[in-house]
């Protein structure tokens, strides 16, 4: 179970690619309720795409929670907050601003 809900953002930015919404939605839903029983190894991994996915169905305050729930988890990579397009839609959201402080 430990790659089950970094697996499953990644599919929902998959099916958001597709456009396929509904599948997408459903699988972030997957996603958030199981990210707390990803292993310490993948938790932070689990949590960035979640955010990731968040960011792209439009879920902008859930993505920088997620974000920085992924920081306190051991994500640290302020480079990827910058040049992830998938994170494009928070870059001008005052939670980012102060999530990239973080970092």
Do not use: C
């Not at 179970?1 to 929902?12: D, I, K, Q, S, Y």
């Amino acid at each position: 179970m430990n790659g089950a809900p970094w697996r499953a953002a990644f599919r929902a930015l998959r099916a958001h690619e597709r456009g396929d919404e509904p599948v997408a939605a459903a699988l972030i839903a997957f996603a958030e309720a199981h990210t707390g029983e990803a292993g310490p190894e993948r938790r932070a991994t689990a949590l960035y795409n979640l955010a990731r996915a968040q960011a792209q169905l439009g879920r902008k305050r859930e993505a920088i929670d997620s974000l920085n729930a992924a920081f306190d988890a051991g994500y640290h990579s302020p480079g990827a907050l910058e040049q992830d397009p998938a994170l494009q839609p928070l870059r001008g959201e005052p939670g980012f601003g102060k999530l990239k402080e973080r970092m």
